[in-house]
């Protein structure tokens, strides 16, 4: 390999290296960036249409589509967040409430009366020993668990949309 050679190979490895390092650097970025073209390009033609129905204001059309489409966005996304954390909370209940009438106690032996579910059951059981109080210990805590999860999240959510909003307020 002769000394030109040689360095353009080096050069090219050292131009990879570089725009790999480049691409870890904005990959945090990629889906924001992502969401932002797609949202111009969908809104692009009501701006268009907006602005000669606000008599070529391109700023009060910007406004108010940004407004629109942030609403569009946030409230349906917190409803939905408020949803799934009062659904969590009446799953929760409902597992306690199905515990406390005994269900769970009489569940191992309806499901060895099926066909299939019963013999992995059978051999679940022989391998790991589930006594119905442990069964009951773990669906509590994993009910528990699950619904402080949503509850949190659901929190972040609303926070985070709070902030979003008022962040695009002061930036007004």
Known sequence: MTKPQLFTAVFFALLLLLLYQIALMFRPFLFPVLWAALLAHL???LHVRFTSFV???E???????TLLVLALVVI??????VLLAREAITAEQAIREWIASG???RLPE???TWPVIGGLLQQFNDRVLLTPDSLEQGLLSAATF???FFLEQVGDLLKNAFLLVTDFFLML
């Open 43 to 45: 809104t692009y033609p």
């Open 55 to 57: 008599r070529g204001r």
């Open 59 to 65: 700023v009060v059309s910007a406004s108010c589509l």
């Open 76 to 81: 349906p996304i917190s409803m939905l967040g």
């Open 103 to 105: 269900a769970l106690q």
């Open 110 to 112: 309806q499901l060895r």
């Open 146 to 148: 699950l619904s402080r």
